[in-house]
């Protein structure tokens, strides 16, 4: 499964983005999305999840109630939703797949897409 992040760029602080997670398999759909963040000289970390249905999300604390993730199974697209964005969400962030349930660990997912930029500027 090939996955696409892209949306990332330069925002100011309390700024908004979406990103998007494109594939083009025909299994898209059968699979759990999650999006995970890394920033320099940091350990990957977990963004949010959506489960294949759509039915189900999951988010970090950190990003709890400025983020939404969702999905259109039909375009084969995740997006995340960011809003009042901060300095400390500056990262790379990346978009992954996983067969099984939708989970907060890297470990649990079997396909990741390149990632996209985010930059906050104070």
């Known amino acids: 499964v090939q996955l696409q992040a892209s949306g990332g760029g330069l925002v100011q602080a309390g700024g908004s983005l979406r990103l998007s997670c494109a594939s083009s398999?025909?299994?898209?759909?059968?699979?759990?999305v999650g999006w995970f963040r890394q920033a320099p000289g940091k350990e990957r970390e977990f963004v949010a999840a959506i489960a294949w249905g759509g039915d189900s999300t999951s988010y970090a604390g950190s990003v709890k109630g400025r983020s939404t993730i969702s999905r259109h199974n039909a375009k084969g697209a995740v997006y995340l939703q960011m809003s009042g964005l901060k300095p400390e969400d500056t990262a790379v962030y990346y978009c992954?797949?996983?067969?099984?349930?939708?989970?907060?660990?890297?470990?649990?997912?079997?396909?990741w897409g390149q990632g996209t930029q985010v930059t906050v500027s104070s």
């Open positions: 992954a797949v996983s067969s099984s349930i939708y989970s907060d660990s890297p470990s649990a997912y079997d396909y």
């Open positions: 398999s025909p299994t898209f759909s059968s699979y759990a």
